[in-house]
């Protein structure tokens, strides 16, 4: 990967109205929609309309939304805007991965990552800029957490990612799994995903293609599985003990493993949906035929499938990818032992696509600006 070839279109200006005089539309439900064109004395369907064209049609101006009264869209114009962030970086690898760097309005940076692998376009998407948890390895948490990101900061990734695509191609699987701890900003995140998951005006994914990745706050996981959003859960452990894993995970120390077991547990009694473990192998530290001993004891008896990621090296940490001989033992005792595993390839590693690692380059290499491409397309 090399910034070194920045194609000479200028970043994308911000826009004008990004100081708050205008209504963020993502931000909005559409009974609030409702409200603001039933006062204004149109019917309530435009509503309807109006989010068609932003989450399906893929409009990026009122002025496009050509079914509409031009009255309208000249109240809405002069009302609203539609997005709010500048896309201060985009890569695109040759494993067609790509990721958008977005500034948001108060200039907090936050990262998503559109991902092809056959039929499928998953989106990789951020919760927060930074992040509290503070994983060793990991690069969003290393100057913590600055805020929380709003339900339309979380929505304007995904409509950014979806207008990479070509116009008859869709997105199909959501995974949040970008900056931040999802489930320490669970509402906004479900107010989002509700849109996501909307076939009537949304985006219209399944919820079974929609996944939310935790650290483990069982409080939140216990949330989660009330609200009756049957969303894919995916916690990730890192190691099979406290020990370790206070280690890795240093939030770790004020919940433990056992009570994440426990409302693991839970929420598949109450959702009947799968779990999935995330396990990041890091060369000597979590990779030995021990630990994957110690993950057979745990998992054992649960429907839960373990997905392992070998680390995707941070510049500046002292963090490894495992050899291979070690990733092949640490496979077979998992195997053996009757666990669900699958090894999940990396992608994207020349354009930073390990959460939080662009955003971190880029503050080193402020100069560099513009589209940079790794590869001849
Ligand atoms: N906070 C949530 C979601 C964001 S992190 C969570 O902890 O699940 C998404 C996943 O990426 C986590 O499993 C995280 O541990 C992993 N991850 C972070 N940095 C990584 C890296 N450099 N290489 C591989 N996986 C990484």
Same mark, same amino acid.
């Given at each position: 990967?090399?910034f070194?070839?920045?194609?000479?279109?200028?970043?994308?200006?911000?826009?004008?109205?990004?100081?708050g005089?205008?209504?963020? $539309? /993502?931000d909005?439900s559409?009974?609030?929609? +409702?409200?603001?064109? @039933?006062? %204004?004395?149109? &019917?309530?369907?435009?509503?309807r309309?109006?989010?068609?064209?932003?989450?399906q049609?893929?409009?990026?101006?009122?002025?496009?939304?050509?079914?509409?009264?031009?009255?309208?869209?000249?109240?809405?114009a002069?009302?609203?805007?539609?997005?709010?962030?500048?896309t201060?970086?985009?890569?695109k690898s040759?494993?067609?991965?790509?990721?958008? $760097? /977005?500034?948001?309005?108060?200039?907090g940076? +936050?990262?998503?990552? @559109?991902? %092809?692998?056959? &039929?499928?376009?998953s989106?990789?998407?951020?919760?927060?800029?930074?992040?509290?948890m503070?994983?060793?390895f990991?690069a969003?948490?290393l100057?913590g957490?600055e805020r929380?990101?709003?339900?339309?900061?979380?929505l304007?990734?995904?409509?950014?990612?979806?207008?990479l695509?070509?116009?008859?191609?869709?997105?199909s699987?959501?995974?949040?799994?970008?900056?931040?701890?999802p489930?320490a900003?669970?509402?906004?995140v @479900?107010e989002?995903?509700?849109?996501?998951?909307?076939?009537?005006?949304?985006?219209?994914?399944?919820?079974?293609?929609i996944?939310?990745?935790?650290?483990?706050?069982?409080?939140?996981?216990d949330?989660?599985?009330?609200?009756?959003?049957p969303?894919?859960?995916?916690?990730?452990?890192?190691?099979?003990?406290?020990?370790?894993?206070?280690?890795?995970?240093?939030?770790?120390?004020?919940?433990?493993?056992?009570?994440?077991?426990?409302a693991?547990?839970?929420y598949?009694?109450?959702?009947?949906?799968?779990?999935?473990?995330?396990y990041?192998l890091l060369?000597?530290?979590?990779?030995?035929?021990?630990c994957?001993?110690?993950?057979v004891?745990?998992?054992?008896?649960?429907?839960?499938?373990?997905?392992?990621?070998?680390?995707?090296?941070?510049p500046?940490?002292?963090?490894?990818t495992?050899?291979?001989?070690?990733?092949?033992?640490?496979?077979?005792?998992l195997?053996?032992?009757?666990?669900?595993?699958?090894?999940?390839?990396?992608?994207?590693?020349?354009?930073?696509?390990?959460?939080?690692?662009?955003r971190?380059?880029?503050?080193r290499?402020?100069?560099?600006?513009g589209?940079?491409h790794?590869?001849?397309e």
């Amino acid at each position: 990967m090399t910034f070194e070839n920045p194609i000479e279109t200028p970043v994308e200006s911000a826009p004008v109205d990004a100081t708050g005089q205008h209504h963020y $539309l /993502l931000d909005w439900s559409e009974a609030q929609l +409702i409200d603001w064109l @039933l006062e %204004r004395g149109w &019917p309530k369907f435009r509503a309807r309309q109006i989010l068609t064209w932003i989450y399906q049609k893929r409009a990026d101006s009122f002025d496009a939304m050509t079914d509409l009264p031009k009255g309208l869209r000249a109240q809405l114009a002069s009302a609203f805007e539609i997005f709010r962030s500048v896309t201060a970086a985009h890569q695109k690898s040759v494993d067609g991965t790509e990721k958008l $760097l /977005l500034q948001l309005a108060d200039g907090g940076r +936050i990262e998503c990552v @559109l991902l %092809r692998d056959g &039929p499928r376009r998953s989106i990789c998407v951020s919760s927060q800029v930074g992040c509290a948890m503070g994983c060793v390895f990991c690069a969003s948490g290393l100057d913590g957490v600055e805020r929380n990101l709003s339900r339309g900061e979380i929505l304007e990734q995904m409509l950014k990612l979806q207008r990479l695509l070509e116009p008859d191609d869709r997105l199909s699987h959501i995974v949040m799994m970008g900056m931040g701890e999802p489930l320490a900003n669970l509402p906004r995140v @479900l107010e989002a995903l509700g849109v996501a998951k909307d076939s009537q005006y949304g985006l219209g994914i399944s919820p079974r293609r929609i996944t939310i990745s935790t650290v483990g706050l069982p409080p939140a996981i216990d949330k989660l599985a009330e609200s009756d959003s049957p969303y894919q859960l995916a916690i990730s452990l890192h190691a099979p003990n406290d020990e370790l894993r206070n280690r890795l995970v240093p939030v770790n120390k004020s919940i433990g493993i056992e009570s994440i077991m426990q409302a693991a547990d839970r929420y598949f009694q109450r959702t009947g949906r799968r779990l999935t473990f995330e396990y990041v192998l890091l060369g000597g530290l979590n990779d030995s035929v021990a630990c994957a001993k110690e993950l057979v004891s745990l998992l054992r008896g649960r429907t839960a499938m373990l997905n392992v990621i070998p680390y995707n090296p941070v510049p500046g940490l002292p963090y490894e990818t495992p050899s291979p001989e070690a990733i092949h033992l640490f496979r077979k005792t998992l195997i053996d032992g009757g666990i669900n595993v699958m090894f999940r390839q990396r992608k994207g590693d020349e354009i930073q696509a390990a959460c939080g690692q662009l955003r971190r380059l880029r503050e080193r290499e402020p100069q560099v600006v513009g589209i940079s491409h790794t590869s001849s397309e």
